[in-house]
């Protein structure tokens, strides 16, 4: 999924896309009959970069269906399938919807509250949903922690999860 999308996004040669439509069309089925209410089961993948604080399972599967999914619609669309991609765009809603059900309290927490749910909730297309209660408090403990200049990311790709980083603090706009 990752790689075709990958490599149609800077070139905008569809033919790899077009190539692996199929299987790619097979694997978020897959995803989808073997989730419970659109959230994947809590095996698979963990959290590896943030050894101290274990990311919810379920969370990262969630997100990670919910971004396929998203890139799904968007080949779909470049594909001209328009049935699809709306079919693509309809689901990542709901997976949407019920990430944001299922893991972002009502004060704005993701998940267990580690790096990688806010990573994950931030960098993913989840999106802000439009009916959550704590919308104006989403990624509140992460945006506190910018404010304050203490956010301090555990661990980086680059980085090792013994040494932290400081994480930048963004200038201020108004």
């Known amino acids: 999924m990752i790689v075709p999308f990958t ?5 905008g040669d ?5 190539d692996h439509y199929v299987e790619m069309a ?10 419970s209410g659109l959230i994947r089961p809590a095996d698979g993948y963990g959290d590896w970069l943030d050894i101290d604080h274990c990311t919810p399972l379920d969370l990262i599967g969630t997100a990670y269906f919910a971004e396929s999914t998203a890139m799904m619609a968007q080949m ?5 399938k328009s049935y699809d991609a709306m079919r693509y765009l309809a689901l ?10 299922r893991f972002v309290g009502a004060e704005g927490q993701v998940g267990n509250g580690s790096q990688t749910s806010y990573v994950l909730r931030s ?3 989840l999106g802000a949903r439009r009916t959550h209660q704590g919308r104006g408090q989403q990624d ?3 945006h506190q922690g910018a404010r304050e200049g203490t956010f301090v990311l555990r661990a980086t790709m680059l980085g090792n999860p ?4 400081s994480c930048p603090r963004p200038p201020a706009t108004r």
């Open 140 to 142: 509140g403990r992460r």
């Open 92 to 101: 990542w809603a709901d997976i949407r919807d019920a990430f944001h059900t």
């Open 26 to 35: 097979a694997w978020i089925d897959c995803l989808e009959a073997h989730s």
């Open 76 to 80: 779909a669309r470049a594909l001209d």
């Open 7 to 11: 490599l149609w996004q800077p070139y």
């Open 14 to 18: 569809v033919k790899v896309v077009r």
């Open 123 to 125: 960098r993913l297309p």
């Open 162 to 165: 013994r040494r932290p980083s």
